[in-house]
């Protein structure tokens, strides 16, 4: 009840208190007003919840599941499921990253060696810009683990990041060797093909499609957690049976009867 009904409901029960000095009146509304605004405290403080954090009083996950009114996940298997596909995304962002990054590169007349690298790396951004989500499930409601697949498909996503960001590296070396080069042309009177202004650019571009490619190949190492961790845990059947109906988005049975644990 709001300090105006208060007022409205003590004006009309006490009719007599109007004869009362203006002292009086503002005592009692002061004690109404003291006594609402108590009762919103307390009922602010049952209903609000506790913050997490004093830093973050709602953490990310939490605001994602209120704004498309989600539930917490309690499902172990659907969690590791739910994780291997975040790492499907960041490694998405990363690929993207180091296909601006190796176009870049290739925008600035590198030497061959540095080409083929940044060719390599815009080969392998581009094939993951297209697998955006792995589409891997349970193999049986008594089976948690990935497919046979989708291992031989992480096991090639590994070995491409991994050669992409070694050669990245590897072949930085041939800009500091064309730059002692180009200083050697200009001290002997022959003008450089490109200006040390490029060449510092095309090593931070190296320097930051390399880091990328780490970042996309971490990614890659998370989920190979997640299928050791799904092939190491002995989860209780209830769990088993839980994951794989909400990965596949099957209903849970009508009747009642207790499932095996």
Not at 43 to 66: K, N, V, W, Y
Not at 76 to 96: E, H, N, Q, T
Request: charged share 20%.
């Amino acid at each position: 009840m709001t300090i105006i009904t208060r007022l409205w409901a003590y004006v009309v029960s006490q009719d007599h208190s109007l004869q009362k000095s203006d002292h009086d009146v503002s005592f009692g509304f002061g004690q109404m007003v003291v006594v609402s605004v108590k009762d919103s405290l307390y009922l602010h403080q049952s209903t609000t919840p506790i913050m997490s954090s004093p830093i973050c009083p709602m953490p990310l996950a939490e605001i994602f599941r209120d704004i498309f009114g989600k539930e917490k996940e309690t499902n172990k298997v659907k969690i590791l499921y739910d994780d291997a596909f975040k790492a499907d995304i960041g490694r998405w962002i990363a690929s993207c990253a180091v296909i601006g990054l190796a176009a870049g590169i290739i925008s600035k007349n590198p030497s061959q060696g540095l080409l083929a690298a940044a060719a390599y790396n815009l080969a392998v951004g581009a094939l993951h810009f297209f697998t955006v989500k792995i589409p891997v499930k349970p193999l049986s409601m008594t089976n948690p683990r990935p497919p046979m697949w989708y291992n031989l498909v992480l096991a090639a996503s590994t070995a491409m990041w991994l050669a992409a960001l070694v050669v990245m590296f590897v072949k930085r070396e041939d800009i500091s060797a064309y730059e002692e080069s180009n200083h050697e042309k200009r001290r002997t009177g022959f003008v450089g093909e490109i200006s040390e202004g490029a060449v510092s650019m095309m090593d931070n571009l190296t320097i930051a499609c390399g880091c990328f490619g780490v970042c996309a190949l971490l990614f890659c190492l998370y989920q190979w957690f997640v299928v050791y961790y799904l092939h190491s845990t002995n989860f209780r059947k209830v769990e088993i049976r839980e994951g794989f109906r909400k990965m596949n988005k099957i209903p849970p049975p009508k009747d009642n009867t207790s499932e095996d644990v």
